[in-house]
């Protein structure tokens, strides 16, 4: 079992800034892939950025130029550093992590508890 412990969200103007860490923790061997999605009300859960373990980036286009993410491997902890955020970028943004559990396994997602991200106009 792999849990995510996400951090960093709130209320912010339209042009500021945020930055979400999300912390994982538990039977973990390895961490593939970590990221960022989004889901604004009514609409489909989307993938805003995404990072490997190699330090590989990828990003949705609507926040690229504004969002970065990292990662800090000795901690197994993704940010998501928000600038120039829009009442668009509104949701709640769930932090995910394909980890392994020893080192013959599957990698398996697990997903944070989400944290809601408000931009007032």
């Known amino acids: 079992q792999v849990q995510l412990v996400e951090s960093g969200g709130g209320l912010v103007q339209a042009g500021g800034s945020l930055r979400l860490s999300c912390a994982a923790s538990?039977?973990?061997?390895?961490?593939?892939?970590m990221g960022w999605y989004r889901q604004a009300p009514g609409k489909q859960r989307e993938l805003v950025a995404v990072v490997t373990n190699g330090g590989r980036t990828n990003y949705a286009d609507s926040v690229k130029g504004r969002f970065t993410i990292s990662r800090d491997n000795a901690k197994d902890t993704v940010y998501l550093q928000m600038n120039s955020l829009k009442p668009e970028d509104t949701a709640v943004y769930y932090c995910?992590?394909?980890?392994?559990?020893?080192?013959?396994?599957?990698?398996?997602?697990?997903w944070g508890q989400g944290t809601q991200v408000t931009v007032s106009s």
């Open positions: 538990g039977s973990i061997f390895s961490i593939n892939a």
């Open positions: 995910i992590a394909d980890a392994a559990a020893w080192a013959a396994a599957m990698p398996r997602r697990s």
